[in-house]
């Protein structure tokens, strides 16, 4: 099981999913590590996903196996 934190970060606010027996509260200083094949990424406005070069190919990826 997993939840959502949003981290405060100085250029704005990022949501991070994070398993469920991390306990967090709020104030609390933590790091971030980033693994490019899990990030996604979402506009702002819309909320909708933003396609990246990793997502392009993880599809010709799965394609090729097909």
Known sequence: TTQ????ETA???I????PAEI?????DHVG???SSARLSLFAKGSGRAVRTEIHDSASQG?????
């Open 15 to 18: 949501k991070a999913r994070v």
């Open 4 to 7: 959502i934190v949003a981290v």
């Open 11 to 13: 250029d704005g606010i």
């Open 62 to 66: 799965r394609a090729h196996h097909g």
């Open 23 to 27: 306990r967090l509260n709020p104030g």
């Open 32 to 34: 971030l590590a980033l």
